[in-house]
């Protein structure tokens, strides 16, 4: 019980400060976007970021 209380309360904080942006793109779009992000050793997370970075101007 204990963990399941500790779980909720970390997610609950989490939420605060971290969204989620989903969407669907064709799986051949994502293939080839996995493929060239793992040439270049990085994830989908920190290439999104980058890309809101640049789109937002920071």
């Known amino acids: 019980m204990v963990a399941k209380r500790n779980t909720s309360e970390y ?3 989490r939420r605060k400060t971290i969204g989620q ?3 669907s793109v064709s799986r051949e779009k994502l293939n080839a ?3 060239k992000l793992k040439e270049k ?3 989908k997370t920190q290439w999104l970021n980058e890309k809101i970075d640049e789109e937002i101007g920071k």
């Open 41 to 43: 050793g990085k994830t």
């Open 21 to 23: 942006f989903n969407i």
């Open 11 to 13: 997610f609950k904080e």
């Open 33 to 35: 976007l996995e493929e």
